[in-house]
């Protein structure tokens, strides 16, 4: 065995020979020997642990280094087809952008852009401006600021309102978002002292008052984005906190999660995703929500609120490290735009429309999916059924949205063998296993990527991947 390895030809030696010519040609050499260097040890490997017995021919290896090429050379961020039915799907980069916003990184990446520059006046500007105006048009907000994500928003407000004093929050309120966000852990990171109040299922007012002190710096009300209470539970509204706060003349944060512009009702037909207006109108003075939720925009952290505490968030140091780079102000503000009228969101934010798509045109479109599916893939065994599909991201926990998807079967092959070929197929196409089929959604497909989903799936179904 030993020996077999030692008789695998030097690096520079197979980089010499005939097999390596083409695939240096048109590379770095230093990028074909790291690839090389995989390859032999992937090799040496497969020897050493008696998988492979004969030393590989020349051949042999060149076509292993090619494979470690082709790796090396798919970019690590992929884009994927989402065939899982949810639109908000956080591992898949949650909201897919609207046109319109990716029209706006295009006109402003390739080049330079008012940024930090005010064009009327020829002076400097600030990047914290461009997005300001939209946003209080929107929701009626006396000043708004956008940094990184929703826990940066979070991060921010509390280090400028409660550093070195106390946040009151209740223990209904202590969630956990997605494994990296917790509200505790969020607190602490902020420099302020985390103060629960009330039990796990109910708070009450009168818990908020008792623990005011003299070290309290503000209120906290979180929104319990993505699990449902029932049962024995209260909960202190927002305009109660507020209340409070106010008679102690402390500052309220809100953290929405996900933050509807209008309210929900008009724009699904399903209640209950907080509202931001009503969350300022309700007294909350400083509120945070995601700009790549339900929104539908790019990862972004949105702060509404009171002018004052919103420029002293301007001016706290930590702003710079939290700060939104020009790709994000753009694809926002373009997105933002479409919000001015709720029937062009609905229609032009790829989110919002998946979310509030009509069950009947879904069950039509899955069912003329199906039909071509099933001309290409004779041996596979399509049905399409009627499933639930969640909205994700945190947002409508419990919510579970009518839906059509492909049942998948094909016979010799198990479900986890075909959602494995899906997935590794070209373009990746992600779905899911629900019992012995696998099930791809098309809810969550792009109307101008359906024929790539199509023939990727295709692909998947027949082994021609
Ligand atoms: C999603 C969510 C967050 C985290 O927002 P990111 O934009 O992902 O940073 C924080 N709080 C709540 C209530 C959320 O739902």
């Known amino acids: 065995m030993t020996d077999a390895r030692r008789a695998i030809p030097s690096v520079d030696v197979l980089l010499a020979s005939g097999e390596f010519v083409e695939l240096l040609d048109a590379r770095p050499r230093s990028l074909v020997i790291a690839a090389l260097r995989r390859a032999l040890e992937g090799l040496r490997a497969e020897l050493a642990e008696g998988r492979r017995t004969a030393v590989p021919e020349r051949a042999e290896i060149a076509e292993a280094t090619r494979r470690e090429l082709a790796a090396m050379e798919t970019p690590s961020l992929r884009r994927v087809i989402n065939a899982t039915g949810v639109p908000l799907h956080t591992n898949l980069g949650r909201a897919p952008l609207p046109a ?32 300001s105006a939209l946003l209080s048009e929107l929701t009626g907000a006396e000043a708004a600021l956008v940094v990184n994500n929703n826990a940066a928003a979070v991060v921010l407000a509390l280090n400028e309102l409660a550093e070195g004093l106390e946040v009151i929050v209740s223990r209904g309120e202590l969630v956990e978002i997605g494994e990296t966000f917790r509200v505790p852990e969020i607190i602490a990171k902020s420099g302020a002292r985390i103060v629960e109040v009330g039990a796990t299922n109910r708070t009450h007012p009168g818990d908020y008052e008792k623990a005011i002190g003299p070290d309290t ?47 929900a009702e008009r724009a699904f037909g399903f209640p209950w995703e907080p509202n931001v207006r009503a969350s300022l109108d309700a007294g909350a003075d400083v509120v945070t929500f995601s700009g790549d939720k339900l929104l539908g925009g790019p990862q972004a952290g949105v702060i509404l ?13 930590l702003l710079r490290a939290l700060r939104v780079g020009k790709l994000t102000i753009a694809a926002l503000e373009a997105t933002l735009r479409l919000w001015r009228d709720l029937d062009v969101a ?28 099933r001309e290409r893939c004779r041996e596979a065994e399509i049905e399409v059924a009627a499933d639930v599909a969640e909205v994700g991201g945190g947002s ?10 492909l049942r998948i079967g094909v016979s010799g092959r198990s479900e ?3 959602e494995v070929a899906c997935r590794r197929s070209t373009p990746p196409v992600i779905g899911r296993l629900r019992g012995d089929a696998l099930c791809l959604d098309p809810r969550t497909v792009l109307p101008d990527e359906e024929a790539e989903f199509i023939d990727s799936t295709t692909k998947a179904l027949t082994g021609d991947g």
């Open 100 to 131: 319109a916003a990716r029209a706006a990184l295009e006109t402003v990446s390739g080049g330079y852009s008012s940024l930090e520059y005010d064009i009327e006046h020829g002076a400097r500007g600030s990047r914290h401006d461009h997005c």
């Open 396 to 405: 409508y926990p419990g919510l579970e949205l009518e839906t059509w998807v």
């Open 416 to 418: 986890r063998e075909l």
């Open 346 to 373: 609905r229609a032009q934010v790829p989110a919002l429309a998946m979310i509030g798509a009509d069950p009947a045109a879904l069950r039509e479109r899955a069912e003329r999916i199906a039909r071509t599916l």
């Open 217 to 263: 710096g503000a209120l906290l009300k979180v929104h319990r984005s993505n699990f449902q209470q029932a049962g024995f539970v209260s909960d202190v509204e927002i305009d109660e906190v507020a209340a409070i706060a106010r008679r102690h003349e402390l500052p309220v944060v809100h953290d929405l999660g996900s933050g509807m512009l209008p309210d």
């Open 305 to 317: 609120g009171r002018a004052d505490l919103v420029g002293r968030l301007r001016r706290n140091p």
